[in-house]
């Protein structure tokens, strides 16, 4: 999730999208009832063709289809267009892989003519994410292992009779990395078996198992199931997005997960929850002083701040940290932007000078900004946003 949605959003960055008003959102929620209730739609993908067919070389992109959906390419789609003539006066529903994409297709068939765009909100990722249930035979893909959420992995630990496989590095695993961002615990019950040495101890796992891999981000799970698959193991699953997913879904204070921070990781939606009740609460924003006053040269990182917000940048919390010390008492809800944010490195370091409150927020400012346009009952106030 984490390294697909900086991917993604730099594709899009010069792309002029259409305002969110005109492009009947539909949340994924509801998008089959949306489509029963339509006399005659197109669904359209407007991914890449491999990763409609779930081999592009992103593989962190394969994450199948919905079915029956017509694929053309974002990129292709203005050429295109004579294809779908017939829709024209039709509900058109798009979808893309984090409904990015999908607005800048919104947009092209909007001024093409097209009287009836839905862009749907959340993207085929979210609906894999979010274990989002459609009816049968709505959704496939046709990759060799299968894909799992952070709910349907908690829900098969909990039935036992799996192999959970943690592929992070011992460092990781343990919550002892020289990088603070990726000490966020580790699964209980799971094995560590490094990435680099699961070629050489793959035969110590049983082959009668359902096998359960997980990463960090997702940005090695895919090869590592290729591993498995051609070592003879046929039932093999990923858990999406990778451990990150697990605290972004549930926090770091689940019963699920050991090895946390001594800071509290907030999920999305408890940091959400603490956000709205800001007056209680020191927001800090550990950006650097572009993004949080839109001057960043990738205009996709400039979305403004939060209403209220304290903007001391991570490499300037030693030499700033004075002008937080009236706050030692009172809770700090601490948040950067998404791979690069050094958020837990503030959150250690002012647990570290006595500051008894501290909380990261998993989801990164991005996130607080896309989870409130593509996911449903996400009410982050919009007068809660400076300068979106």
Not at 91 to 103: A, G, L, P, Q
Not at 312 to 332: C, F, H, N, V
Not at 364 to 372: S, V
């Amino acid at each position: 999730m984490i390294l697909s949605v900086v991917f993604l959003n730099s594709v899009i960055s010069q792309m002029k999208l259409p305002e969110e008003k005109d492009l009947n959102p539909v949340y994924l929620e509801d998008l089959c009832q949306k489509l029963n209730e339509s006399k005659e739609y197109l669904l359209l993908d407007v991914r890449s063709l491999g990763e409609f067919r779930d081999t592009s070389q992103f593989s962190y992109l394969n994450l199948g289809r919905f079915n029956n959906a017509l694929n053309i390419d974002l990129n292709e789609l203005s050429n295109r267009l004579g294809e779908i003539e017939s829709y024209k006066d039709k509900d058109v529903f798009v979808y893309c892989s984090h409904s990015n994409r999908s607005r800048g297709a919104c947009g092209i068939l909007i001024d093409a003519g097209f009287k009836h765009v839905y862009n749907v909100n959340g993207g085929i990722s979210e609906y894999v994410f979010d274990n989002i249930n459609c009816p049968e035979g709505f959704y496939s893909n046709l990759l060799p292992y299968k894909l799992f959420s952070p709910e349907k992995t908690k829900e098969l630990i909990s039935g036992g009779d799996i192999v959970l496989i943690d592929i992070r590095t011992p460092e990781e695993f343990n919550g002892t990395s020289a990088d603070e961002f990726k000490n966020i615990g580790k699964l209980k019950g799971a094995v560590n078996i490094p990435y680099s040495e699961l070629e050489s101890r793959i035969n110590e796992l049983p082959k009668d198992k359902k096998i359960i891999l997980y990463d960090f981000d997702n940005s090695i799970s895919q090869n590592a199931a290729a591993i498995f698959l051609s070592k003879g193991y046929s039932d093999v699953g990923i858990m999406i997005y990778g451990l990150y997913s697990w605290v972004y879904k549930f926090g770091s204070g689940d019963a699920a997960l050991e090895n946390t921070p001594s800071y509290k990781i907030l999920d999305y939606r408890a940091s959400l929850d603490v956000i709205k009740n800001h007056k209680d609460v020191i927001l800090l924003d550990v950006r650097s002083e572009d993004d949080f006053n839109n001057k960043n040269k990738m205009e996709h990182f400039n979305l403004g701040h939060l209403k209220g917000s304290i903007n001391i940048p991570a490499d300037d919390i030693q030499k700033r940290i004075k002008e937080l010390s009236g706050y030692k008492d009172k809770e700090i809800l601490v948040y950067g932007n998404l791979k690069e944010s050094k958020a837990p490195d503030v959150c250690k370091y002012l647990q570290n000078n006595g500051f008894k409150n501290v909380n990261n927020a998993a989801s990164g400012y991005y996130k607080f900004i896309w989870n409130r346009k593509n996911i449903k009952n996400y009410d982050l106030p919009q007068e809660m946003i400076v300068n979106p």
